[in-house]
Each structure stands twice: as structure tokens, then as C-alpha cells.
């Protein structure tokens, strides 16, 4: 008796986790309770970008396809706070799989044209929506 009521707990919780991954992967990220970026006096710091389009269309063919949208994505918030690429310093790259770290490095590595932020990648965690790459950045611009 015992045993059975254990495997009804477990598969009601699994039904119940799956459904709630399922609902998460169609929740637009604007409705998600925070910034794409924050400025503090010249300081921009970046959130986590995933490999959505800003019409809202999830990009999954490839770790490549993924990194290369999260760093448009990025691009777009450093263009409209008036930051660049050379302004980035320092970013955290999350993989789900730490084994894409080669395809991913490839592609994060062309958009820095005069030097790297410092960086941390993290390797083995879930992204939310089950994609494979997040990125996160800080940009510093001093005043002129």
C-alpha cells in the first residue's frame, strides 16, 4: 500500500512539474519581474539574455543559432543605452550542457573586436525554458 501511494505522489508531482514547464515555455518575457538592463551612474548591467527574438519567437536550431541571437539580443540593449561592444566588462555565460562550451566560445568571440570582458561560464545548469544558453553582462562607459 505504501509503495502505491509513493508512485501516486511521484507520478502526480510529475504530471504537475511537466505541466508547469510546458506553461512556462509560453510566457512572454515581458511579463517576467525584471529589467533587460538597469543603469547605475555609468554603469549598465545586462540580465540574463536567452535566444528569444524581439518578436517573441524562440530560436533552438543550435548552440551556435542560441549564442548568436543572446548576444543580438545584448547588442540591441547596449545600442539603445548608448554603450558598445568595447564598453563590455564583464559577462556570465550559462550552458546547459558544458560540452557546447566550444561552439558557444566561437560565436561569443566574434563580437569582440578589441579585446574580452572578463568572463565566467557556468556549466550543467537549467535555463529557463529549457533553452541551452543565457548570457548576463556589466558595461562601464566613463563620462565624457
Known sequence: MKTRNLTLLLLFVSLLTGAFLWAQKSVPLSTLPFSPARKAGPTLY???QVPRTAEGQDVRQSV???T???MENIGRILKQQ???WDDVVNSTV???DINDYQEMNKVYASYFKNGFPARATVGGVEIVFGF???I???AYKESK
Open 46 to 48: 545586462v540580465s540574463g
Open 64 to 66: 551556435e543559432a542560441e
Open 68 to 70: 548568436r541571437q543572446v
Open 82 to 84: 548608448g554603450y558598445t
Open 94 to 96: 550559462y550552458l546547459k
Open 132 to 134: 541551452r544558453v543565457e
Open 136 to 138: 548576463s553582462c556589466i
